[in-house]
């Protein structure tokens, strides 16, 4: 396994430059997601329909699911080793300062995933063609989503948990990419605080708005 | 009766070294591998010359009864390392050094070594920064130095308060070197329990496995003792609680005579004891002296806070009692005059037995910051262990035991008295007399291990390339063996009530008492009695839980202490023997009406080196004369 | 003051190993923890039990050789020291104190809180050295550093070797132990030579060891008795990616 995933900087490299990517993407899903509260659907599908078929965008897509997967495997299995690497629990458990959400980075990232999947099955998914829906109209789809109070529950605690995962995931990947600087960290820590605020509170905001607003 | 030679070389003293070295006899490459050698402990000297016996293609076994060699007690040196780089350009030189070291010893060291000391001073700094030791530097790059210990040039090189700490492990990292290049094999927690003679020669040691218990045979065609010193005979001392003279004390046993064991200082700025439990006595570097001002107060049993004592009515003892040198006197001194103010009613804390080390005008004058970068560190251990804010209120300090200049005696060669047995760093007598001067312990032991052992084993083992490697099946090993293993059982067998620890607290204090910073004959006779006394208690009253195959830090104290009593008795008589007054062994007897010590060189310019002569029978002395050709000696005054 | 220690003991590397709870009331505010443990064992060793057993030795924070992870803490409550310089002060009377071995495939037990750190030994003989034979030195002052360089190297190479950071962090991982030595000698230049080796050398060497992976959580740091810096971790990643891009 080691072989092929190389020693735990490298894994970690990798971790953190899809992790990267990842964060990069969201902030384009989100600005193509707030033409969402725009009455008129036109700009929003069309906004879909070049992600759907322009070829940079193509290409990119596959580098990005690449990015998903890649994270996804490659988290699991550095977990894995980390628990073998403690075979025996301490009793007292730690109560060491540490960025706090830095412990729970794997079970966030395993809800992350879950929603995840249930989003790619009510749009990718139906983009692939691999779900029955209409591809041709994803603003109809969503809207109708905003609809339902019990996905609106599941949307928003998901993107809770993506901010608290965010909140370690964006300096963290400065550090491991070797990017720490006694000046230069604080003001990425700051960058990273707001982002894992932000993001996740624009992504929130849409479907609040749909269901009382519209 | 053996006759000591020193061995020391002909010609003036600038070129005995580079004589002996010219004439030294070589070990070809392809003969040193077949030559094995065994290097007991990892500190400055210990780690060192495995290393370098490793880079000349030796076998090197290397032992430490630590879970890894970093951490030999090299690592809590704090202060500095000394060197005649002279980058300062205030007049230092090879012979300058080589005098301080002379003078601060109180005459009482063997000048041929002690300048070869000060000679490879400088190849020890070159070494250590080619290492990668991050030794303090100036803006400009170079290296800092500071001045250490009462001397007028500054070439005291460090590394913040941690000097030790970043010499041994830059040691350390070229002792993994050599291990990963297979010419080192390390035995990490292994105790050395006996030395195996063959035939007149030093031909290896027995060990104690100390997580299986196991008792091993290692053998070799020559031992190198760095077992540093025997400071925790005070029980309380600035030394780590493991640190011991044990593997020493078997070589003695076994024939290498003991030089100088009543020459052990007392370093005056440690931190006192605060309860009886305490395990070690935390130094105080001594460079705070710089800054500090030592004082009691005029009045007995003084009770108010120290801030209220008014200027009028405090006893700056040093200053008044030695106005050159005020608090940088040489530490004997200082360590001195700090126990006759304790002694006198004036000591301060809750115990008496502590007196003030004040900041509060060096902090008027320079600024809390510029005392901060100075001394920080130092400040926030105080604070951590006493509870004492340093910046407010002044340490409690009071002398603890330090350093041993006592040792396995040895000559020009670093060889005791058996044939194929060397002695380095601490654990031999030779560099410092009576009196150890600041930052040149680290100096000592990687002198000797790096640049000094490597040439003299050689020229010794030159003689030996036709030997093949010793078996351990030989008699002589199965009999050290057996007799290890019968000690071992009597000891556990006692089955008495009473702790190793609680028996080595009663011995320290006899010692600290009678045999500590004064001595005097009364005491001294006193002490013997008490010592035989307790150590027969000892044998007849140790309790050991826990049997032998196992960890057994109970045995490993026990066994410690048991030696502990002979070479404290052995100390007695040498404190006994020499009615002189020298570095930091002060009979009373012999003072001037000030009460300064006074030095006897007619009858006592000699090294003191006992031999061993059998269980309960007085130790034989031989006298090493002492010839002072390149110094002038003279009265050692700081006033 | 009165204690409740729940200590965990464990006869050898074989045993299976239990907590085992001692009420003691023998401790003062003035001990050392290890003092306290001292005590304790006195009362043991006399009532012919097996006293606890643990490393230490210098007893003045160098060494390296204590630690023990107590009440959720490798070496204690307390910011920057060791073991041996916890005060029982920072504990009141009727206090419960979980006392447990470092805790790491990495460092099995040895006895009671004894673990074997020799791991740290093995990536230090993979490459953490200069190779330099004694003799071979310039003059000290043949190559300048730059001070700022030099006291960063410093402060990289105080580490005293504990293993707090494996004990601490939460995947077991020694980054910050390494780093800290890559760190000291990438800094100086007579270590630069060696650099791109040394650094794949010691990692390659770290992850066959068993230690876990970093996940920058803080931890190490924050448990470093000699309070070395998250710092030195970003450096290695640095120092290991130009190796492997060379």
């Known amino acids: 396994m080691d072989k092929f995933l190389g020693s735990s900087v490298t894994k970690k490299f990798v971790m953190a430059i899809a992790g990267l990517f990842i964060i990069l993407f969201l902030l384009v899903h989100l600005g193509i997601n707030f033409l969402l509260l725009i009455e008129d659907p036109v700009p929003f599908n069309s906004a879909a329909h070049f992600m759907a078929s322009n070829v940079v965008v193509k290409v990119f897509e596959v580098v990005l699911m690449a990015g998903f997967l890649i994270h996804m495997i490659w988290g699991v299995v550095l977990q894995i080793q980390n628990w073998v690497a403690r075979p025996k629990r301490y009793k007292r458990t730690s109560s060491s300062q540490t960025s706090f959400f830095s412990k729970y980075m794997i079970y966030l990232g395993i809800i992350i995933g879950v929603f995840l999947f249930i989003h790619f099955m009510n749009f990718y998914f139906v983009k692939l063609g691999w779900v029955e829906g209409d591809h041709e109209n994803f603003y109809r789809m969503a809207n109708d989503l905003f609809q339902l109070p019990l996905y609106i529950v599941i949307y928003l605690v998901s993107f809770l948990f993506l901010a608290f995962h965010l909140h370690h995931a964006f300096q963290s990947a400065f550090q491991t990419l070797g990017l720490n600087h006694n000046k230069y960290t604080p003001v990425i820590k700051g960058i990273g605080l707001i982002y894992s605020i932000v993001v996740p509170l624009g992504f929130s905001i849409i479907p609040i708005v749909i269901y009382f607003f519209k | ?189 292994r105790e050395m329990l006996e030395l195996v003679i063959i035939n007149g020669k030093t031909r290896g040691i027995i060990t104690r496995n100390l997580i299986t218990g196991e008792i091993e045979r290692h053998s070799a065609h020559a031992v190198v003792l760095a077992t540093g010193g025997y400071g925790t005979i005070y029980y309380l001392s600035t030394l780590a609680v493991n640190s011991n003279p044990s593997a020493a004390w078997k070589a003695h046993k076994k024939g290498a005579f003991f030089a100088n064991p009543s020459f052990i200082q007392i370093h005056p700025t440690s931190i006192p004891q605060l309860n009886e439990y305490q395990s070690k006595l935390t130094l105080m570097s001594e460079s705070l002296r710089n800054d500090g001002r030592i004082w009691v107060p005029k009045k007995k049993d003084d009770k108010r806070v120290a801030n209220d004592i008014p200027e009028d009515e405090r006893d700056y003892y040093l200053e008044r009692r030695y106005p050159a040198f005020g608090n940088l006197v040489p530490r004997d001194v200082a360590s001195r005059a700090a126990k006759e103010r304790c002694d006198a009613g004036y000591g301060v804390g809750k115990t008496g037995l502590a007196v003030y080390l004040d900041f509060r005008d060096a902090i008027k004058k320079q600024g809390e910051k510029a005392i901060e ?267 | 003051m009165k204690l409740t220690l729940k200590i965990w003991r464990q006869k050898n590397a074989d045993a299976k190993g239990k907590f085992v709870t001692y009420d003691f009331d023998g401790a003062s505010p003035d001990m050392s923890f290890l003092e306290m443990l001292d005590a304790m064992n006195t009362k ?164 066959e060891l068993g230690f876990g992976n970093c996940s920058n959580t803080g931890a190490c740091e924050a448990e470093c008795p000699k309070e070395i810096s998250l710092v030195n971790i970003a450096r290695l990643n640095r120092e290991f990616y130009f190796a492997k891009i060379q």
């Open chain 2, 373 to 639: 970068a100075k001394y920080g560190n130092l400040f926030e251990l105080c604070r951590i262990i006493t509870g004492i804010n340093p910046y407010k209120d002044p340490m409690h300090i009071y002398p603890a035991g330090h350093y041993t200049m006592g040792g396995l005696w040895v000559d020009y060669n670093l060889m005791t008295t058996i044939p194929g047995l060397f002695s380095i760093g601490e654990s031999n007598f030779s560099d410092h007399g009576a009196n150890r001067l600041g930052a040149s312990a680290l100096m000592q032991a990687s002198g000797d291990g790096y640049f000094i052992l490597p040439y003299t084993i050689s020229n010794y083992l030159a003689d030996d390339i036709k030997t093949p490697r010793i078996s351990t099946d030989n008699q002589e090993f199965e009999d050290a063996e057996k007799s290890v293993k019968e000690r071992l059982e009597k000891l556990v067998s006692i089955n008495g009530t009473q702790t190793a620890t609680s028996f080595h607290k009663r011995l320290g204090e006899i010692m600290w008492n009678y045999c500590g910073m004064s001595r005097n004959e009364e005491g001294l006779k006193k002490a013997k009695q008490m010592l035989k006394e307790l150590k027969d208690e000892f044998w007849t009253d140790l309790i050991i839980p826990s049997d032998l195959n196992d960890v057994n830090q109970e045995l490993e104290k026990a066994g410690r202490v048991a030696d502990y009593f002979e070479v404290a008795d052995l100390m007695v008589d040498d404190a006994l023997n020499r009615t002189e007054s020298c570095g930091a062994h002060y009979r009373e007897e012999s003072q001037t009406p000030e009460g300064e010590a006074l030095r006897d060189d007619k009858n006592f310019s000699y090294v003191a080196a006992w031999e061993y002569t059998g269980e309960l029978k007085p130790y034989k002395l031989h006298k090493e004369e002492l010839k002072f050709v390149d110094v002038e000696v003279k009265e050692r005054s700081y006033k």
């Open chain 2, 1 to 189: 009766m053996t006759k000591l030679d020193a061995k020391i070389p002909e010609g003036p003293l600038a070129e005995k070294w580079t004589k002996y070295k010219a004439s030294a006899k070589l070990v070809n490459p392809a003969n040193k591998k077949k030559l094995d050698v065994i290097v007991v402990g990892t500190g400055l000297a210990g780690a060192g010359a495995a290393s370098s016996l490793g880079e000349l293609g030796y076998q090197v076994k290397n032992f430490c009864f630590q879970d890894t060699p970093r951490r030999a007690h090299s690592v809590a040196a704090q202060g500095g390392i000394n060197a005649t780089k002279n980058y300062k350009n205030d007049g230092d030189s090879i012979y300058r050094l080589f005098y301080d070291m002379i003078k601060g010893g109180d005459y009482r060291s063997r000048e041929a070594n002690v300048y070869r000391a000060a000679e490879v001073s400088n190849d020890v700094i070159d070494h250590f920064t080619a290492m990668g030791v991050p030794f303090a530097r100036d803006y400009g790059g170079n290296l800092d130095n500071r001045s250490f210990g009462g001397v007028q040039v500054s070439r005291t090189f460090y590394a913040k308060g941690q000097t030790g700490q970043q010499c041994l492990l830059g040691t350390y990292s070229s002792l993994n070197r050599q291990i990963s290049q297979g010419t080192v094999t390390m035995y990490p927690r």
């Open chain 3, 44 to 207: 043991l060793i006399k009532a012919r039990i097996d006293p606890v057993a643990f490393d230490h030795d210098c007893r003045e924070g160098i060494c390296g050789a204590c630690g023990m992870y107590i009440n959720g803490h490798p070496h204690g409550p307390g910011k920057a020291i060791t073991t041996c310089h916890l005060s029982m002060r920072e504990f009141k009377d009727g206090d419960t104190i979980y006392v447990e071995p470092w805790r790491a495939k990495a460092f099995p037990v040895v006895k009671d809180l004894i673990v074997d750190r020799t791991a740290f030994d093995k990536i230090q003989i993979a490459g953490g050295f200069i190779s330099t034979n004694v003799g071979s030195a310039p003059d000290s002052h043949a190559i300048p550093v730059e001070k700022r360089k030099a006291d960063e190297a410093f402060d990289s190479a105080v580490c005293i070797g504990c293993g707090a950071c494996v004990a601490a962090c939460k995947n077991a991982s020694a980054m910050l132990f390494v780093s800290a030595k890559i760190s000291q000698l990438a800094l100086l230049p007579q270590g630069r030579i060696e650099a791109t080796e040394r650094v794949q050398a010691m990692v390659n060497k770290m992850d």
